[in-house]
């Protein structure tokens, strides 16, 4: 016999295969992250940490807002296949994180030394932009995608947003 205190949760994506008896006795909750850019946008950067933002230049910050941006449009675009891209990707929020990564490590390489022989970014025009671009294109973003019109899409989006 069930205690009469007995409760069970289950996760679980909609199936098929799912007994329609267990949901129609169940209580059931569905839960999906808000969508669109502006909800992307903000869960982007809500998962910044204060550290990652607060210690760096705003040319760093700039950057982020342009990935992030960047990221929520690839992800936005997803919801409209096959008129957003050709086939469906799995674009991540691990992309944008690689993505971050490869800024810091392109921008933090740029710029002068201050006088503690730390580099800091010091002009947006001295950024190497072409590295940055082809990273995203190529490395990123488009090491998923497998159609020529998607890539030349996406190569589109990058180099229309990063931009000194």
């Not at 502006?38 to 933002?53: E, G, H, N």
């Not at 409209?80 to 810091?104: C, K, M, Q, S």
């Amino acid at each position: 016999q069930t205690h009469k205190d007995f409760r069970i949760f289950i996760t679980s994506e909609m199936n098929d295969r799912l007994p329609a008896a267990l949901l129609q006795i169940s209580d059931l909750m569905v839960a999906e992250a808000p969508t669109g850019v502006k909800a992307s946008l903000t869960r982007f950067f809500s998962s910044l940490s204060k550290d990652r933002l607060g210690s760096s230049s705003m040319i760093h910050n700039r950057m982020y807002l342009l990935l992030g941006w960047t990221h929520a449009v690839i992800q936005e675009r997803l919801r409209y296949v096959p008129n957003g891209w050709t086939e469906r990707y799995e674009f991540t929020e691990a992309d944008a994180w690689h993505g971050l990564d490869v800024i810091d490590s392109l921008v933090s390489t740029s710029g002068s030394l201050d006088e503690s022989n730390n580099r800091t970014p010091s002009d947006p025009e001295h950024l190497p932009w072409d590295a940055i671009r082809s990273t995203l294109c190529k490395g990123v973003f488009g090491g998923r995608v497998t159609s020529e019109v998607d890539q030349r899409v996406l190569d589109e989006l990058v180099h229309a947003v990063f931009v000194p």
